[in-house]
């Protein structure tokens, strides 16, 4: 018989607002919920009032539900600046494409080159292919 193991405990989220001169990166960890909606309003406001280019750090994220999405949502929508999510975790990737938030923003890896994720595909491994970066506008809807 094999000896017993329990589940590791959910890390807490973790909102973080790093600044630079040139942009603001918002990073976010562990397991975001309900719990972590103040602390992320008050960083998206803050980013939004100096109107600078944001950068979505979740690469630590575990967890993420409908109130916290929705909240980069907001973000998405009121920055004047094409949001970029840098290596999104699996599950935040998968959030991105099944809202739709996938097309709208920038998606890059770690050294700013476009992730194979930035078409909506959620690669089941890191792929050898180069990819043209998207247009810094959101796509026209003349047709």
């Known amino acids: ?19 630079s001169p040139s942009c603001f990166r918002l990073v976010l960890g562990g397991e975001l919920d309900l719990l972590s909606k103040t602390e992320l309003l008050d960083a998206v406001r ?3 009032m100096h109107d600078a280019p944001v950068e979505v750090d979740t ?4 967890f993420m539900d409908s109130t916290v999405i929705a909240t980069l949502s907001r973000l998405v929508n009121a920055s004047r600046h094409r ?13 991105l494409e099944v809202t ?3 097309g709208i923003v920038d998606i890059v890896d770690d050294a700013g080159a476009p992730s194979d994720a930035a078409d909506g595909g959620l690669p089941a491994q890191p792929s050898h292919d180069t990819l043209e970066p998207s247009a810094p506008g959101r796509e026209s809807e003349a047709s």
């Open 59 to 62: 690469r630590a994220v575990t």
């Open 1 to 19: 018989m094999s000896p017993q193991t329990t589940p590791p405990e959910p890390r807490p989220g973790t909102v973080a607002l790093v600044t």
């Open 83 to 95: 949001l970029t999510f840098v290596e999104p975790a699996p599950v935040v990737r998968f959030l």
């Open 100 to 102: 739709g938030i996938g």
């Open 46 to 48: 803050e980013a939004l």
